[in-house]
């Protein structure tokens, strides 16, 4: 009896082995196949070749689902070779870590495909100066599950992709090229001539390293109220990562130059 179950083993791993080597061959040229597709968008991401349908922001995440469909389809193609696929436990085991998986990874879908709509929408790219919510920095990675932050104070702030897509995005670096605006305000009495002091604005923000000469600075006035006007500053960065040291530079040069201004007018008065 012993010798009849050893010799039903050897039986059955010999007439397994033709169906073994389908599938070495299967997982050899899906390996191929795969690596042929990650060096293909690999050179689209590095801008090395150009397709019209594949933007070089987009070609990571469309490797990984080529790489994740390529294999799917190889696992379809050499299921039917795997020892005792045909049999009823074999196909239960399958069912239950199928059904395990889809209960299980509800959550992780979800941050998956949140991921792929931030990718595909391209409302962000590695390097990217941005705000979400009350985070703001410099996007060190975009990754399947989660967004990774870098802020000026060199905190790495990690975002779940599924609250990035719920949050509103502000990109500071997509038209930094063409000039973003960026704002500061002061309010000032109705004393104060306000040719003056838009003057005194524009000379702050041309003191400024950091700040674009074009284009050109300019100031609003967004509202009169009762006893004061609202001024607004609007100028260009020339590095949008730097946008908290220049604000802050700005607004130190704008209480320099008012300081300058009101000392000249007690000379003056000194004078007289």
Not at 32 to 42: G, T
Not at 96 to 104: A, P, Y
Not at 235 to 252: K, S, Y
């Amino acid at each position: 009896l012993l010798f009849s179950q050893f010799l039903m083993v050897g039986r059955a791993i010999v007439s397994a082995l033709p169906g073994l080597c389908m599938v070495a061959e299967i997982v050899v040229l899906t390996r191929f196949v795969s690596r042929v597709a990650q060096l293909f968008f690999q050179a689209i991401e590095d801008e090395r070749i150009s397709v019209p349908w594949i933007y070089p922001e987009t070609a990571q995440s469309t490797r990984k689902l080529v790489g994740v469909a390529v294999w799917l389809f190889a696992l379809a193609i050499a299921y039917p070779y795997l020892p005792g696929s045909e049999s009823e436990a074999f196909q239960g085991v399958s069912v239950f870590v199928g059904l395990v998986v889809s209960l299980g990874s509800s959550g992780l879908v979800n941050q998956v495909m949140s991921g792929f709509t931030l990718t595909y929408s391209r409302a962000l790219r590695l390097g990217d100066f941005v705000t979400v919510g009350e985070t703001e920095g410099t996007v060190a990675l975009l990754g399947t599950l989660s967004t990774k932050i870098k802020t000026a104070r060199g905190e790495d702030v990690t975002i779940p992709n599924a609250v990035m897509v719920s949050q509103i995005v502000t990109n500071h670096s997509r038209f930094a090229d063409a000039g973003v605006f960026v704002p500061t305000s002061i309010t000032i009495g109705y004393d104060v001539p306000w040719r003056q002091v838009e003057a005194l604005l524009l000379l702050a923000a041309s003191r400024t390293p950091g700040v674009r000469s074009l284009p050109a600075p300019v100031v609003r006035q967004p509202s009169l109220q009762d006893f004061y006007v609202k001024y607004t500053l609007f100028f260009c960065l020339e590095r949008p990562a730097e946008r908290a040291n220049t604000i802050a530079a700005v607004n130190t040069n704008i209480l320099d130059a008012f300081n300058e201004y009101v000392m000249g007018l007690r000379r003056s008065d000194d004078v007289d």
